[in-house]
């Protein structure tokens, strides 16, 4: 039984939410990256869908001239744009993660093979019963083979979770790519719609994920130094605040004393060392790769915390650790992953840091004396240097 009225609210809803996206001033960029022409390309195809799929249901089972071959077009795009959204979506996911366009042409000539098999199927279905039939009455049904267009999309999808659960923490970037509560609504509407034909949730749970996707993205520009790939100041503050907020519920409703072995917040402030003399012998553009170069080593050597830009060439990462040795041996890894980074890479210019650590204690301290504090001890060894 097809309720078209509720097909015909659900998929207006879904235009109008894609619209709100495209007309937030975000896609008026004449030059914008690979990753925002592919969301771009999402968005618009999320927008067609939504359209073609209350048309098809609109026309199922009328008699006018040229109703069949009309229906017969709508349900192969819709179809064919599926596939295309799902693989759209795939190489977004690697892009995020590598931001290698190579690497896509490379992997994705391989990948990019189911996909493209069954958008030549769907368009075959415009002369040959393929996932569906339209009958001399214009009434459409599917095939059997109608269940390999969403095997072949959820195996997609299946991977983009595979691909994120094994490399986001391998990457040097920190992204806000929330692959899972965007799969998870269209995972849903399309079993449902799969399985009880005249239920139309597909797009409308896909227009719902691609506003998820857009609210992680604005987080991830406003978070993330886009240099570096690490998280900036902002995001260091926030965390810290609420660190310290966190504190003082614990304290304002009788929480306990803190017992020995309990974890700390540690906070190592780092200095790139002649920084300005690699700007001034090499350029810019060197300095600029230097800087990306530590963005890399300081994602490797905080995992299980994570690295702030703090400004042009100061950074700080923030873990948490039992006291003041574990502390000592933090920076003492930092200093033998740098002598590691620098013998493995030919660069024309040697990285080296200046540090300061202490532990954030939210009772005593406030998120400006920390950050004081452990800036004070980060000059305090770039003077001891000087003076050597």
Not at 130 to 142: E, L
Not at 166 to 172: P, W
Not at 378 to 384: F, G
Request: charged share 20%; glycine share 6%.
């Amino acid at each position: 039984m097809v309720n078209l009225s509720s097909i015909i609210i659900t998929n207006i809803t879904g235009i109008v939410l894609m619209a709100a996206l495209l007309f937030g001033g975000r896609f008026y960029a004449k030059k914008m990256l690979f990753d925002e022409r592919l969301f771009c390309v999402m968005v618009y195809l999320t927008i067609a869908q939504c359209t073609i799929e209350v048309l098809s249901f609109l026309i199922d089972s009328r008699l006018f001239p040229g109703a069949r071959a009309l229906s017969v077009i709508l349900n192969t795009l819709l179809f064919f744009n599926c596939i295309v959204f799902v693989f759209s979506w795939t190489v977004y996911v690697d892009y995020k993660l590598f931001g290698n366009i190579k690497r896509i042409f490379k992997v994705y000539s391989v990948l990019g093979i189911p996909a493209l098999a069954v958008a030549l199927l769907s368009a075959a279905n415009l002369f040959t019963e393929v996932f569906f039939v339209v009958s001399p009455d214009n009434v459409y049904s599917r095939t059997p083979l109608a269940f390999l267009p969403y095997a072949v999309s959820f195996g997609y999808l299946i991977y983009t979770i595979i691909l994120v659960y094994i490399y986001h923490r391998k990457i040097s970037r920190y992204i806000f790519l929330p692959v899972t509560i965007f799969i998870f609504p269209i995972f849903i509407g399309s079993v449902i719609q799969f399985l009880c034909y005249g239920i139309s949730l597909i797009w409308i749970s896909t227009a719902v994920a691609m506003i998820s996707l857009y609210i992680n993205l604005q987080n991830e520009s406003y978070y993330i130094d886009a240099l570096t790939g690490l998280y900036n100041r902002q995001y260091l503050t926030r965390y810290l605040n609420a660190a310290c907020a966190h504190e003082q519920t614990i304290r304002r409703f009788g929480g306990r004393k803190r017992s020995s072995g309990e974890m700390w917040i540690a906070g190592i402030m780092l200095d790139l060392d002649a920084f300005k003399i690699i700007n001034d012998t090499f350029g810019h553009s060197v300095g600029d790769q230097a800087l990306k170069d530590v963005g890399k080593l300081l994602k490797d050597v905080s995992a299980g915390g994570f690295a702030a830009r703090y400004a042009g060439d100061e950074f700080i990462i923030i873990k948490q650790t039992t006291g003041e040795e574990e502390l000592e041996r933090m920076m003492d890894e930092i200093r033998s992953r740098t002598q590691e980074f620098n013998g493995l890479n030919q660069r024309v210019y040697q990285i080296t840091f200046s540090m300061g650590a202490d532990i954030y204690k939210p009772k005593e301290d406030s998120v400006d004396d920390f950050l004081k504090r452990i800036d004070d001890r980060m000059y305090e060894e770039k003077r001891s240097k000087k003076s050597n």
